[in-house]
């Protein structure tokens, strides 16, 4: 049988209670032989700072080297806490964009899903939902402003100033839109793309690339649409999206936002792809306000193991079925604290509770 050797980045605050729930419905997938994971568990974000001396160490990156996929939870800590730490090693600048731009992971896929049967977790009323929302959002992960060069200094005059470059290059715009492209021929044919080509040159180049691209996909509509106009579009009228593309951290912000709209951070998984090496990571941070608490919803982190299992080891079955197990448990009538506060589940149950539930209704359907 193929054993797939995965490297386990567990993280801080809520990444290590998350992630044990996501190994846990991994060890169902493998009880059923479906396939052999070898995991190497490794230290990476803030308290690998600590412990280590780097939030990336060489050990971490030796063992991602050597994996098949890599999963990953949040790292980072309060606002507070993170100033302990020196300005280059704080875990986004000093673990996560290295991570990112070792295996030139340029195609973040983020889910924004809600099936109907769920409305009541979202804040937007039921006639906004209708039939549910399902939009791919697709934020390029390896360009722009996070990862431009960067100069803080003063200036003749004696004022502190800052200096933050905003770079693309044609094959790094063309990479990112051949995979939107690509996903949106296989799901709807409609693509929207995010820009602010109104302000932006990086905007302008970045459409006149998709415009060149257009004609090998005649399939596809394209939608151009404003960042900001699309900010209001996703309160008002999510239902009009399926695959979205957008420039790095303009992804950034509306996928949290997405998060919103259906309900929580905590439903947010997200696959962040290369050519040669992909990681997985939920798309929101390591939530300190609740972590060590057992309330964190590990939706996020399972269906970014489900994301790693359909497009790393092309386990579409499978993954398919730890979604269907996790909407399972919440057609049950049960969530985690983050979507009750919503008045949507009849019980509120633990992290760990969920990722029973989630192995249960896994063990019975494989
Ligand atoms: P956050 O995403 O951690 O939390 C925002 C809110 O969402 C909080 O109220 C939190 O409790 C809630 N939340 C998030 N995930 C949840 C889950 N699974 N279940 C229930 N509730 C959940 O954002 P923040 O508080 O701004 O950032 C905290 C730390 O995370 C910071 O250090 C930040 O730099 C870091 N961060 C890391 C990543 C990453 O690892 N890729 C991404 C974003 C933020």
Redesign the pocket.
């Known amino acids: 049988m193929k054993v797939h050797r995965i490297a386990v980045l567990a ?1 801080d ?2 990444g290590p209670e ?1 992630m044990q729930e996501a190994l846990k419905v991994l060890r169902v997938v493998e009880a059923h032989d479906r396939a052999r994971f070898e995991l190497i568990e490794a230290p990476f974000g803030a308290q690998a700072y600590f412990d280590h001396g780097h939030p990336f160490p060489e050990t971490t990156r030796a063992a991602c080297d050597a994996a098949d996929a890599i999963i990953k939870g ?4 309060s606002y507070e806490a ?1 100033r302990q730490i020196p300005v280059d090693l704080q ?2 600048r000093g673990a ?1 964009l290295p991570l990112r731009a070792r295996y030139n992971t340029y195609a973040n896929f983020r889910p924004v899903v809600l099936p109907r049967a769920l409305a009541q977790f979202s804040p937007l009323r039921p006639e906004i939902i209708g039939e549910g929302i399902d939009i791919l959002l697709i934020r390029e992960l390896v360009g722009g402003l996070y990862f431009g060069a960067k100069t803080l200094g003063t200036d003749a005059q004696g004022h502190r100033y800052v200096e933050e470059t905003l770079r693309y290059d044609e094959v790094q715009i063309k990479q990112v839109l051949k995979k939107a492209l690509a996903m949106a021929q296989r799901r709807k044919g409609v693509l929207h793309n995010i820009h602010k080509s109104n302000v932006l040159k990086s905007s302008v180049l970045w459409n006149e690339i998709l415009e060149e691209m257009a004609p090998d996909y005649p399939e596809v509509e394209i939608v151009h649409m404003l960042v900001d106009a699309a900010a209001t579009h996703l309160c008002l009228n999510p239902r009009q999206f399926d695959v979205m593309v957008m420039e790095n951290m303009f992804g950034d912000i509306l996928s949290d936002q997405g998060g919103g709209i259906i309900g ?3 439903l947010m998984p997200s696959a962040c792809l290369g050519d040669d090496k992909a990681y997985y ?2 798309a ?7 972590a060590g608490r057992n309330i ?2 590990p939706y ?1 982190m399972i269906g970014s193991a489900a994301m790693m299992l359909e497009y790393s080891f092309g386990m579409v079955a499978e993954a398919r079925q730890i979604w269907a197990a996790m909407q399972g448990v919440f057609a049950d009538g049960f969530s ?1 604290p ?1 979507l009750a506060q919503l008045g949507g589940a009849a019980e509120t149950i633990s992290t760990q509770d969920f990722g029973d539930r989630v192995a249960a209704k896994l063990r019975e359907a494989l």
Not at 74 to 77: D, E, M, N, R
Not at 284 to 290: E, K, M, T, V
Request: hydrophobic content about 30%; charged content about 15%.
């Open positions: 993280g605050g809520i998350i949040p790292v980072g800590l993170t875990p986004e996560v929580s951070l905590g990571e939920p929101h941070g390591s939530a300190p306000d609740i964190a919803n996020s985690t983050d």
